[in-house]
């Protein structure tokens, strides 16, 4: 039992570079979500999924899109990467009526 | 909408004594639960203690405590007997009942002193 991986661990991009940030789980949540984590910000949240394919906003989504196809994968797109998104972002899970949030180890990105 | 504020960018202690770590949150709801995430410099976030708000009992998990005080909207984390491995970030979240969101302070340094 894996929990919550993310991959990459750290990526570095020049402006206008796409890519896209994996998270799989495999404890079956229903729940998913990625957070973004700036110093002296706490963590954000960007997009989060109920359910696969069922996704919604948070409250700093500008700049990403997420799709939920199945249950274990959520994976997080930039389409054209801006210095404003230089972060640490994490991805997590939660099975409701459970509250705890299981968190992804995180991925530190970097755009140049 | 929900804030959650820590007054305290950074804290230290010595080692073997206690401290407590502020947290204050705004909400209009009645039902949500309260959260203390540590993170180490290994960066993984680690569920510390949590809350639910009905719940007039303060949680407790070993060395860790918390002072709920639902009035005044305050959440505190009481470390005792501190130990290196205390040493990290430590962010108090918001979650109210139903909703997938969780809402972060900006998180507390914590040092600790050998």
């Known amino acids: 039992n894996a929990g919550v991986t993310q991959t990459p661990k750290f990526q570095v991009l020049k402006t206008g570079q796409s890519m896209t940030l994996q998270c799989a789980q495999d404890?079956?949540?229903?729940?998913m979500s990625w957070y973004r984590q700036d110093p002296g910000m706490g963590l954000r949240l960007i997009h989060y999924?109920?359910?696969?394919?069922?996704?919604d906003q948070g409250e700093v989504p500008n700049g990403y899109n997420v799709s939920r196809s199945t249950t274990e994968d959520f994976p997080l797109r930039l389409l054209s990467a801006a210095p404003s998104q230089t972060s640490v972002y994490f991805c997590?899970?939660?099975?409701?009526?459970?509250?705890?949030?299981?968190f992804g180890p995180g991925t530190r990105l970097t755009v140049l | 909408a929900q804030t959650v504020t820590q007054s305290q960018p950074e804290m230290s202690v010595q080692e073997a004594e206690t401290v407590t770590l502020s947290c204050t949150y705004d909400?209009?709801?009645?039902?949500?639960?309260l959260f203390w995430y540590k993170q180490p410099p290994s960066r993984q976030m680690i569920l510390v203690i949590r809350q639910e708000a009905y719940k007039q009992q303060n949680a407790t998990e070993n060395r860790f405590s918390v002072n709920f005080q639902k009035a005044a909207k305050s959440f505190s984390l009481k470390i005792s007997d501190s130990q290196l491995g205390d040493a990290a970030m430590y962010f108090c979240a918001l979650r109210l009942q139903g909703a997938q969101k969780l809402v972060f302070g900006q998180g507390t340094r914590l040092t600790i002193n050998p």
């Open positions: 997590a899970s939660s099975q409701p009526p459970l509250v705890i949030q299981f």
């Open positions: 404890m079956n949540h229903e729940y």
């Open positions: 999924s109920v359910g696969a394919g069922i996704t």
């Open positions: 909400t209009s709801e009645s039902d949500y639960y």
